[in-house]
T-cell receptor, first 112, second 109 residues
């Protein structure tokens, strides 16, 4: 099994719909992250969480919300999807030292 | 503004050649990461550089860090086709990673 599992892997949704991307990890790490990747750009941080009670906004949090349901689970929601949220989304986790960050396989989201 | 700039953004090279990807960053950082991404795939950790003068090597890839110049390099020696991928550097800023735009590397036989 993968260390970081994202579901769904692909989703097409309509403008205005709510969608949730889920992430679970088996590394036992406290830190989890959601990133967005657009073609030709690096990753941009949406939200990060250092433990279940600690959630922080990243660089581009507008239009997104998150929930840390457990140490191993961190979900990302788009409350009202818009086309410019079409992107590849990555969940990641790291240990306290942050020396290695483990990424999920990515979730392709298309908003039409 | 926190920025990470990579260059070149695109590189096409022949097998057997050497080349270097450069990563400049805008502020002091405790660590610098290099990742590889194959098309449509996740990101694979290559190196984490933690101190000035750090050098790490894995196979044909070698990464170095100069914190005074705010510069990291990823050097490819005697490139082979399997190294074709997009390479990203990222700097740590208060436990958030700021990413470069990536260098798409194509290695031709």
């Amino acid at each position: 099994d993968a260390d970081v599992t994202q579901t769904p892997r692909n989703r097409i949704t309509k403008t205005g719909k709510r969608i949730m991307l889920e992430c679970s990890q088996t590394k036992g790490h406290d830190r989890m992250y959601w990133y967005r990747q657009d073609p030709g750009l690096g990753l941009r941080l949406i939200y990060y969480s250092f433990d279940v009670k600690d959630i922080n906004k990243g660089e581009i949090s507008d239009g997104y919300s998150v929930s840390r349901q457990a140490q191993a689970k961190f979900s990302l929601s788009l409350e009202s999807a818009i086309p410019n949220q079409t992107a590849l989304y990555f969940c990641a986790t790291s240990d306290f030292g942050g020396n290695t960050i483990y990424f999920g396989e990515g979730s392709w989201l298309t908003v039409v | 503004e926190l920025k990470v700039e990579q260059n070149p953004l695109f590189l096409s090279m022949q097998e057997g050649k050497n080349y270097t990807i450069y990563c400049n960053y805008s502020t002091t950082s405790d660590r610098l990461y290099w990742y590889r991404q194959d098309p449509g795939k996740s990101l694979e950790s290559l190196f984490v550089l933690l101190s000035n003068g750090a050098v790490k090597q894995e196979g044909r890839l070698m990464a170095s860090l100069d914190t005074k110049a705010r510069l990291s390099t990823l050097h490819i020696t005697a490139a082979v086709h399997d190294l074709s991928a997009t390479y990203f550097c990222a700097m740590d800023s208060n436990y958030q990673l700021i990413w470069g735009a990536g260098t798409k590397l194509i290695i031709k036989p």
